[in-house]
């Protein structure tokens, strides 16, 4: 098993779309980035590249590349899946924590929930997306992505499922 933990932060900024997780949100401002500015993507993009030790999303996307200008970072995020893939991993499940004033993510978190995980080749319930206020931080312009993810050895549901038919087997005994 193996542990990732990817942190992001993009400004909110009038005239630029907002996207979280890969779903366009209904709002007057966006993440200003220099792709898409999707703070939860690059925030699991990292966790996923730092629990293989593959370094970074900088170091495979570098914001000093006008190629990436505007990019979506669903690509980002599938060179990640590929770097787990060739590690020998598969994505286990997923947590998130979101920080920002406005909007509320509560009314939309099912589809971003849902969508990430049809990203990541899993469940919803593998998805965990949470929504919290800065209540005084001094962040209310800007939004804040955390993303815990583990990972297990294999490449897809089919390794899980055998795991189960050995315990199982195991409390039999």
Known sequence: ???????????????????IGGVALPFSKGLFGHSDGDVLLH??????????????????????????KGADSVIFLEEALKQVRKAGFA?????????LAEPKI?????KIQAHVAELLGIKPGQVG?????????GTDNAAIAHVAVLLERGTGPRNRSKKKQTRSNKSKR
């Open 129 to 137: 997306i949470k929504a919290k206020t800065p209540e005084g931080m």
């Open 43 to 68: 925030a699991l993009t990292d966790a996923l590249l730092g629990a293989v030790a593959a370094g970074d999303i900088g170091s495979y996307f570098p914001p000093s590349d006008p190629k990436w």
């Open 91 to 99: 994505v286990a499940n997923m947590d998130s924590t979101l920080i």
């Open 1 to 19: 098993m193996r542990i990732g933990y990817g942190w992001d932060s993009h400004e909110f900024r009038e005239g630029v779309p907002l996207k």
């Open 106 to 110: 509560g009314p939309h978190s099912a």
